[in-house]
């Protein structure tokens, strides 16, 4: 590989941002990355597990003289990091976020980038239900969708070069328009997380089953909807907040065919169950051949007796 930026800074330390610090430095795609996390804590446990080349103590000192700022903090706080560290950007610079939510972003940074500075929005379709850290590891975006959201006036060099960083961490590369982008996302991400915080919700307060009972006989269902559940409560709290409009139409058609399920229930209506069920299971079906995930006994998540 070669270097694709002299100096990577990284604006927040956790599975993503961290993700890409190990897959940069160990590709050789950048000359340095540089890292900055707002908690003392956070920079600590960074500099002790050597995540990146150099951990800072105030973003203006991670941004200066970098090719590459990537903004990595919860959505609510992008507008104000942009603020922060706007003086401090090199010209001809370019800025990228992480955050899965993208026009809110937009409104929030897009002012602060100062002039002949590049900003190019980007959400990586990728995670696991572990933050911090600790968490990242540099296969997470292998074959895995980085979706770019550029604005009309975006320097379309620099959107490549974004492109060609993205692509040497293993992702896969798409241009979208932002509020398509964040329908989508309501669709594929936000909505199903706000509907597994809600069924275990459910669990704790359904008082009919204990909390031995919901833990010790989850069946598989359940344990995704756990998983799901685990992940970050301050980047979802601000994904909902961030993305209201979309993931409120998309519930709206989720309660609206939970009703059409609930009647067939009730009416005993086994074949319209059935069928639904028959188109639902392409999906998932589609999903693996595509390869965003596996078809593998329990989703591969325990590697088989040898």
């Given at each position: 590989?070669t270097?694709?930026?002299?100096?990577?800074?990284?604006i927040?330390?956790?599975?993503?941002?961290g993700s890409m610090?190990?897959?940069?430095?160990?590709k050789?795609?950048?000359?340095?990355?540089?890292?900055?996390?707002?908690?003392?804590?956070t920079?600590?446990?960074?500099?002790?597990?050597g995540?990146?080349?150099?951990?800072?103590?105030?973003?203006?000192?991670?941004?200066?003289?970098?090719?590459?700022?990537?903004?990595?903090?919860?959505?609510?706080?992008m507008?104000?990091?942009?603020?922060e560290?706007?003086?401090?950007?090199k010209?001809?610079?370019?800025?990228?976020?992480?955050?899965s939510?993208?026009?809110?972003?937009?409104?929030?940074?897009?002012?602060?980038?100062?002039?002949?500075?590049?900003f190019?929005?980007?959400?990586?379709?990728?995670?696991?239900?572990?933050?911090?850290?600790?968490?990242?590891?540099?296969?997470?975006?292998?074959?895995?969708?980085?979706?770019?959201?550029?604005?009309?006036?975006?320097?379309?060099?620099?959107?490549?070069?974004?492109?060609d960083?993205?692509?040497?961490?293993?992702?896969?590369?798409?241009?979208?328009?932002?509020?398509?982008?964040?329908?989508?996302?309501?669709?594929?991400?936000?909505?199903?997380?706000?509907?597994?915080?809600?069924m275990?919700?459910?669990?704790d307060h359904?008082?009919?089953v204990?909390?031995?009972?919901?833990?010790?006989?989850?069946?598989?269902g359940f344990?995704?909807f756990?998983?799901?559940?685990?992940?970050?409560?301050?980047?979802?709290?601000d994904?909902?907040?961030?993305n209201?409009e979309a993931?409120?139409?998309?519930?709206?058609?989720?309660?609206e065919e939970l009703?059409?399920?609930?009647?067939?229930?009730?009416?005993?209506?086994?074949?319209?169950?059935?069928?639904?069920?028959?188109?639902?299971?392409?999906?998932?079906?589609?999903?693996?051949?595509?390869?965003q995930d596996?078809?593998?006994?329990?989703?591969?998540?325990?590697?088989p007796?040898?």
């Open positions: 590989m270097v694709i930026y002299d100096r990577v800074a990284l927040g330390l956790g599975l993503i941002a610090s190990h897959a940069i430095r160990e050789g795609l950048a000359a340095e990355v540089v890292g900055f996390a707002r908690s003392a804590e920079r600590d446990v960074a500099r002790d597990i995540l990146c080349d150099r951990i800072t103590d105030s973003a203006a000192e991670a941004v200066a003289d970098a090719d590459l700022v990537v903004l990595a903090v919860p959505v609510g706080a507008g104000a990091v942009a603020a560290i706007a003086p401090h950007l010209p001809g610079a370019t800025v990228t976020d992480v955050g939510v993208k026009q809110s972003v937009i409104d929030a940074v897009a002012p602060h980038i100062p002039a002949g500075v590049h190019v929005p980007g959400h990586p379709l990728a995670g696991t239900e572990h933050s911090g850290p600790r968490a990242g590891f540099a296969s997470l975006f292998q074959n895995r969708w980085w979706l770019l959201t550029p604005l009309p006036d975006t320097d379309p060099v620099a959107a490549a070069r974004l492109s960083l993205v692509r040497a961490m293993g992702a896969k590369t798409d241009n979208m328009e932002p509020a398509h982008h964040d329908l989508v996302l309501a669709v594929t991400s936000h909505a199903p997380h706000l509907i597994a915080y809600t275990v919700g459910v669990a359904l008082r009919r204990t909390d031995e009972e919901v833990i010790q006989y989850s069946a598989a344990r995704d756990t998983r799901i559940a685990a992940s970050d409560p301050t980047m979802w709290r994904v909902f907040l961030h209201k993931t409120l139409d998309i519930l709206g058609r989720f309660t009703f059409v399920l609930q009647r067939a229930i009730r009416m005993g209506d086994g074949q319209q169950l059935f069928d639904y069920f028959t188109r639902t299971r392409a999906i998932r079906r589609g999903i693996i051949e595509a390869g596996t078809a593998a006994p329990d989703f591969g998540r325990v590697a007796a040898r």
